[in-house]
């Protein structure tokens, strides 16, 4: 894969330069700046692979988005490398201007026995085609349904053992790559300052009654339950793609769900429940881990969250739950089985573990071949589609927009019409809007969504 990479940026080039490949010249140019760029790809492979043991020592995990973020502060960078790792850090520098060194006087070596030969366009023109394609399928790493990345080589429950079939130079490549995803997202709701979010966050009716111990993690609250037993319950979470009211008779639906419908008496049965966006994955990161939705990637695919993120399966495996995410597709499709792992998830199990499955589709086996394996709550939802952030509370839309005032409707779900309301937003209700909105950016960038192991 990531040999791949290197390769491509110089193929990319070569088209321009075929009409005169047969120019000594040209030649020559292109044979030399292919030695360079080859061997300082070398060079950061060498240095990031020299880098990694002591990275490990202290993250558990190859070189992220950390090896890079904490530059902006050099000063304590270096101190604590040279006080705690001070034996990797000369022996890194050391071999790395070594490998300079030497590969320098083998490329000037190389390049001085270069002989230009005549090339013949016709056959040039006919091989590039093919090895283009050698080099973009050894990029895709997978003839499988989605292309490899970091989930994809998530095969044990160990995050560390996961991140070391991984190359250093690609996991740091991976994070730089998914930071123009987090950008500041949902804080261009409002400007409000952080303090103020947190606060107005906390004196909602439903919050303010509750103590928020840590400074670090500050939405971390304890509620009590409402019911005690002798023997912990089973828990089972079922996530059913695609699966809205359309298809459930008692919501207006198609009568396609009897056993749904049949069920709604055992239990609590929302019928008006939005989604939080406009792909599963945002179901994912609502269920599993209750995060608030944004304008940037799901936190599922993000790097800040990969480990000590909060979810359910992570609170659970502390009280001694078994913990499992049993999934019919791929795992490592949108991150899920890298993130899981990172996060409380102990077994996983996906398409590759099903033996003889009745159906296989796009998305992996058949869902009959899965199963084979006291207070009310809040009348709110929140959503979020692209830039436009919803809060539902009642019947009442509010709709927070980028650089756009925001609007208000009043919402019909028997007739799915919002009608326009025209008086003034209340600035209090508005604030709280806008701190909910605000909210989970915040909580991502501090890595404040966490329970702390007492």
């Given at each position: ?5 290197f ?7 070569l ?5 005169f ?6 030649q020559?140019?292109?044979y ?14 060498w ?9 490990l020592?202290?993250y ?8 890079f ?8 960078v270096?101190s604590?490398l ?25 490329s ?5 026995q ?6 013949r ?43 070391l ?6 996991t ?5 790559y998914?930071?123009?995803?987090e ?14 979010v ?5 004196q909602?009716?439903y919050l ?25 319950l ?7 793609e ?9 919501l ?20 008006q429940?939005y ?7 945002r ?8 995060f ?36 019919g597709?791929e795992?490592h ?20 573990d ?13 869902d009959?071949?899965?199963s084979?394996t ?5 009348n ?12 539902l ?8 927009q ?12 028997k ?5 326009p ?10 604030k ?14 501090s ?7 007492d």
């Amino acid at each position: 894969m990531q040999v791949g990479y290197f390769i491509i940026i110089p193929l990319l080039a070569l088209p321009l330069l075929i009409p005169f490949m047969n120019q000594h010249r040209i030649q020559s140019l292109w044979y030399r700046f292919s030695l360079l760029w080859f061997t300082l790809c070398f060079i950061i492979l060498w240095f990031m692979e020299i880098s990694t043991p002591a990275f490990l020592t202290q993250y558990d995990t190859r070189p992220n988005r950390l090896f890079f973020e904490y530059l902006e502060y050099p000063a304590e960078v270096f101190s604590t490398l040279w006080n705690g790792f001070k034996a990797w850090l000369v022996t890194g520098l050391v071999s790395t201007l070594l490998t300079i060194y030497i590969l320098k006087r083998t490329s000037r070596i190389i390049a001085q026995q270069f002989q230009p030969k005549s090339i013949r366009r016709r056959y040039l023109l006919g091989v590039y085609p093919l090895f283009l394609m050698m080099v973009v399928l050894s990029i895709r790493s997978t003839l499988a349904h989605h292309p490899a990345n970091p989930s994809f080589f998530a095969v044990t429950p160990d995050a560390m053992v996961n991140s070391l079939i991984l190359n250093s130079t690609y996991t740091l490549e991976y994070a730089l790559y998914n930071l123009k995803h987090e950008s500041k997202a949902n804080l261009v709701y409002g400007n409000l300052k952080v303090d103020e979010v947190l606060t107005t966050v906390k004196q909602t009716p439903y919050l303010k009654e509750y103590e928020f111990p840590y400074k670090d993690y500050p939405t971390v609250h304890f509620q009590p339950a409402t019911r005690k037993r002798e023997k912990p319950l089973n828990i089972v979470i079922i996530l059913e793609e695609s699966l809205g009211a359309t298809f459930v008779e008692s919501l207006g639906g198609l009568p396609v769900t009897p056993n749904l419908d049949r069920l709604k008496s055992d239990g609590w049965w929302f019928e008006q429940l939005y989604a939080t966006g406009t792909r599963s994955v945002r179901g994912i990161e609502a269920v599993v881990s209750g995060f608030l939705p944004t304008r940037a990637r799901s936190t599922v695919k993000l790097s800040n969250s990969q480990r000590q993120f909060f979810t359910l399966a992570d609170v659970l495996s502390r009280q001694g739950y078994f913990t499992e995410f049993i999934y019919g597709g791929e795992a490592h499709f949108d991150n899920m089985a890298n993130f899981f792992v990172g996060n409380g998830f102990q077994s996983i199990i996906d398409q590759g573990d099903y033996t003889q499955p009745k159906f296989i589709g796009s998305w992996g086996v058949s869902d009959e071949d899965l199963s084979r394996t006291d207070k009310q709550p809040e009348n709110r939802a929140m959503m979020q589609f692209g830039d436009n952030y919803g809060w539902l509370e009642n019947d009442i839309l509010t709709v927070l927009q980028v650089n756009k005032p925001a609007k208000q409707y009043r919402y019909i779900p028997k007739l799915n019409k919002q009608k326009p309301i025209k008086a003034p937003l209340n600035p209090e209700q508005l604030k709280k809007i806008k701190a909910f909105a605000m909210l989970p950016s915040i909580l991502y960038q501090s890595r404040g969504y966490y329970v702390p192991q007492d």
